[in-house]
């Protein structure tokens, strides 16, 4: 019985992680990566850095899943890439972070756009600002 217990709870928890995650991304495991997949299909690069033992980075992710605009936005225009800052300390440095989460949009020679570093005080409000002024 509590086997059954516990393989339900890993089952749903599963779907949960798959559910939440946004779909449509093409996603790169470098930025290296991104950006060759940018210059391809002729779209900017979505760079998110989170940690696991960010406290807001799981608020925000909650946010990017639930927000069918910034979905949209990042379909259309962007190549997304996930880093974990403690894996990449070289390049946070390199952008000024001090912690996660943090935002930058590249152009396809990897050139920052712009960025946001920290938790926006808007949540994913200010990020879909910052992916529209990016695209244009």
């Not at 920052?112 to 938790?119: L, Q, R």
Request: aromatic share 12%; proline share 6%; glycine share 8%.
């Amino acid at each position: 019985m509590n086997k059954l217990v516990y393989l339900a709870v890993i089952v749903i928890l599963l779907g949960m992680v798959y559910f939440l995650t946004p779909k449509g991304q093409s996603q790169a495991e470098t930025l290296e990566e991104g950006i060759a997949l940018a210059k391809e299909q002729d779209k900017l690069v979505f760079l998110y850095i989170n940690a696991p033992w960010c406290t807001y980075c799981p608020l925000l992710e909650e946010e990017f899943a639930q927000s069918g605009e910034f979905q949209q936005i990042i379909d259309e225009h962007y190549i997304w890439v996930t880093l974990d800052f403690d894996r990449n300390l070289a390049l946070a440095q390199q952008f000024g972070l001090r912690g996660p989460p943090a935002m930058i949009v590249f152009d396809q020679n990897g050139n920052v756009i712009t960025g946001i570093p920290g938790y926006p005080p808007n949540g994913v409000q200010d990020v879909i600002a910052m992916l529209k002024e990016a695209s244009k």
